[in-house]
């Protein structure tokens, strides 16, 4: 795992020098930040694409994590990974500032138009996660997107989810076991269910050509 991601990761910043130099439109170190028309379009397909899924996850994902919360409370953390996964894929694909807060962000926002549990709150669970996945790109500097980046950035959405219950769902009143428990259980279940799971979607979808005008496309089919 360590060599394929330290080559996937030159691959990703070889690609995304090439995609500045074409467009000629670059921050540092050839790194393009411009959101092209493109990158919208798709970013909000993603978004909404993720966003039905998260409305069958709101039934599948709720269920377990109800009766791993009833097994041991905070267990149920294990089961929020998927609700995580917006954010990883929109900057593992877009590469841009601000694409995994956007793409996350949107899901919410289509789960809880269609209708959830969870009503706005999902807004503010979709701002939080989001925002925590998107931290993780801005701080490899929109430069690396290989395995190991994006099991961060689903371990740091998850981290953002817990900051957030802390408040919307009354857990600073809870124990710190409970605490600690139900931190490790988001951020292994965001770290293997939004980071691992949305790594091997993007890869997926490079290998079938859809993602060719992108570095993330480039990475699968070797184009430059």
């Known amino acids: 795992m360590h060599e394929t991601s330290i080559g996937t990761e030159a691959d990703d910043r070889a690609n995304t020098a090439a995609d500045g130099r074409a467009n000629g ?21 993603i978004g909404v694409a993720t966003g039905l899924v998260f409305l069958i996850w709101n039934n599948v994902g709720y269920a377990w994590f109800s009766a791993a919360d009833a097994l041991t409370p905070g267990l149920g953390g294990i089961a929020v990974g998927i609700w995580l996964i917006g954010g990883v894929l929109g900057g593992l694909i877009i590469r841009k500032p601000g694409a995994a807060l956007y793409v996350e962000l949107l899901a919410a926002m289509v789960s809880a138009l269609i209708g959830n549990q969870w009503g706005i709150e999902t807004l503010y669970s979709g701002l939080a996660q989001g925002l925590g996945a998107e931290l993780v790109f801005l701080a490899v500097g929109y430069r690396r997107f290989g395995v190991v980046t ?12 817990w900051v957030l219950e802390l408040f919307t769902s009354g857990n600073l009143q809870k124990s710190a076991e409970f605490l600690a428990l139900y931190l490790g259980t988001l951020v292994v279940s965001g770290a293997l269910l939004a980071g691992l799971l949305g790594w091997l979607v993007v890869r997926a979808l490079a290998a079938t050509g859809a993602l060719n005008r992108f570095g993330a496309g480039r990475d ?3 184009r430059v």
Do not use: H, K
Request: aromatic share 2%; charged share 15%; glycine share 20%.
């Open 25 to 45: 439109i670059t921050g540092g170190n050839g790194r393009r930040t411009r959101w092209r028309v493109v990158d919208i379009v798709v970013a909000s397909v």
């Open 150 to 161: 994006a099991m961060l950035a689903g371990a740091a959405a998850g981290v953002g989810a």
């Open 220 to 222: 699968v089919t070797g």
